[in-house]
């Protein structure tokens, strides 16, 4: 057993380490965290995205113990209280939750690239989410709601 110290929304948490314990798993089945989806668990369909120190990390390949020292988002992160962030707030709005199990990694990969890029093109969200699947098909609504945010998020800047 491996006794770490991960900062997750700005929270500290001790959690014990039987071994190789992905980022996700800790998350979900140690603190409760369920969030951050589980599926392919191979890096292939954006579900469980986390952002680590500001970037957009797949949590289902990355080990929970090189996480030690870093600061984690996950969804559960954005909202302060019963208000939502920017992003998730256009999500709505724009319609772009449809079944809603891809729409926790996609608003972390969001998140991540409009922290970096307020104002994206279109074909820079499109290569931000490109690691993300929908299975519902809703990238249209998803990308409006992108772009919505971060025009929301650059008006509060000024």
């Known amino acids: 057993m491996?006794?770490?110290t991960l900062k997750i929304n700005n929270k500290?948490?001790?959690?014990?380490?039987?071994?190789?314990?992905?980022?996700?798993?800790v998350l979900r089945d140690q603190l409760g965290l369920t969030g951050t989806k589980t599926a392919c668990e191979e890096s292939?369909?954006?579900?469980?995205?986390?952002?680590?120190?500001g970037k957009a990390v797949l949590s289902c390949i990355t080990m929970a113990q090189a996480m030690e020292g870093n600061n984690i988002t996950t969804i559960e992160g954005l909202a302060d209280g019963d208000n939502l962030h920017p992003i998730q707030q256009a999500f709505i709005d724009t319609g772009a939750v449809q079944c809603g199990f891809c729409i926790p990694g996609m608003i972390m990969a969001s998140k991540s690239l409009l922290d970096?890029?307020?104002?994206?093109?279109?074909?820079?969200?499109?290569?931000?989410?490109?690691?993300?699947?929908?299975?519902?098909?809703?990238?249209?609504?998803?990308?409006?709601?992108?772009?919505?945010a971060g025009e929301k998020m650059t008006s509060k800047k000024q």
């Not at 292939?44 to 120190?53: A, F, H, I, M, Q």
């Open 2 to 4: 491996n006794k770490i």
């Open 12 to 25: 500290n948490y001790e959690v014990e380490l039987k071994g190789q314990e992905t980022l996700l798993e």
């Open 44 to 53: 292939e369909c954006g579900t469980c995205v986390v952002t680590v120190d």
């Open 116 to 148: 970096h890029n307020p104002k994206p093109t279109r074909k820079e969200i499109e290569y931000a989410l490109d690691g993300n699947l929908c299975r519902c098909a809703g990238y249209l609504k998803i990308f409006e709601a992108v772009e919505e």
